[in-house]
Every structure is written in C-alpha cells, then in structure tokens.
C-alpha cells in the first residue's frame, strides 16, 4: 500500500502532513546532529539565535517573540540549561523573573552551531526550488488564524448547521 492516505483526505489531512513534515525535519536534524556528536536539540536553534540577538529575554518575551507557549519555552530553556547554553540571573526589579542568556559554552560553540543551521536554511532553499511561496501561505495562514482561531471557526460551522 504505497498510497498516501492524508493526501487523499485534502483539506482534513493538512494537520497530519504539517506533523509529518515537521516530525521529519527535527528527526533528521537530530540524526545530523548526533553524528557530529553535537549535544543541541534542532528546535533549540530559535533560542539560541533571539538571545544572540537580545543578550538577555525572559521566558515572557521569547514566548511571546516566537508566539509559543510560555510552558513549550520553560521546557526547551530548562533542557537548555540543563546542557550548559543557558544561564540565568534573578531579575533585579523583578525576583519572580529571571533574566536569561546565552552561557560562554553557547557562545563559543555559535559559530560552529551557525554552520549547520546556514546548511539547513540553504537544504530548505533548495527543497522549495527557492520559491517563498509556501512560506507566504503559511504567514496568511497563522494571520488568519491570530483573526479567528481554528475551534471558533469550527465551533461556528457547527451552530450554523
């Protein structure tokens, strides 16, 4: 049975084919960089790159500058931490708070950690022939749904019954 099952179901299969797609990139990262006896994690790399760019963040704002979870950010920062990329400092205006960044481990390892995120940018460039098209879809597709979210969308198609 070679036939693709969430192809067939269109639209329904989205959620399944974005799951596999993303399950398959972080799987093969991981395996990359396993091999290279690199100790990091593939969705670590959006941390690593806003507190280059930051110095210093909360768990609150890099939630919010990436639109995840504040939960989703503490379990990355804490395997992070646990790794020896992040520390951290009580913030001083602030005790509940702490102030995160990167850790002279993660500093000197950066330039070696921007190689393979570069060949994965350029690996991503090349699977999409160098066509930004998908990406604009997927930009139209999260404003749409920060406008009206996917259960209420639902919810009301199924009032309107």
């Not at 806003?50 to 395997?79: D, F, G, R, W, Y």
């Not at 913030?91 to 330039?111: I, T």
């Not at 921007?114 to 404003?143: F, R, S, V």
């Amino acid at each position: 049975m070679s036939e693709d099952f969430l192809l067939e179901m269109g639209y329904s299969g989205l959620t399944g084919r974005l799951k596999r797609l993303s399950d398959a990139f972080m799987y093969q990262t991981r395996d990359l960089y396993r091999e290279y006896d690199e100790d990091i994690e593939p969705n670590w790399h959006m941390i690593f790159l806003l507190l280059q760019k930051n110095e210093t963040m909360t768990v609150t704002a890099l939630a919010e500058a990436l639109q995840l979870s504040h939960p989703a950010i503490v379990k990355l920062i804490n395997k992070m931490k646990k790794k020896g990329y992040i520390d951290s400092v009580v913030d001083a205006e602030d005790k509940r708070k702490y102030d995160l960044m990167l850790s002279q481990k993660a500093k000197q390892k950066l330039p070696k950690f921007q190689k393979y995120w570069e060949a994965g940018e350029k690996a991503l460039q090349e699977l999409l022939n160098h066509n930004k098209q998908l990406l604009e879809q997927l930009e139209q597709l999260e404003a749409k749904m920060a406008e009206t979210d996917f259960r209420t969308r639902m919810d009301k198609l199924l009032v309107n019954e």
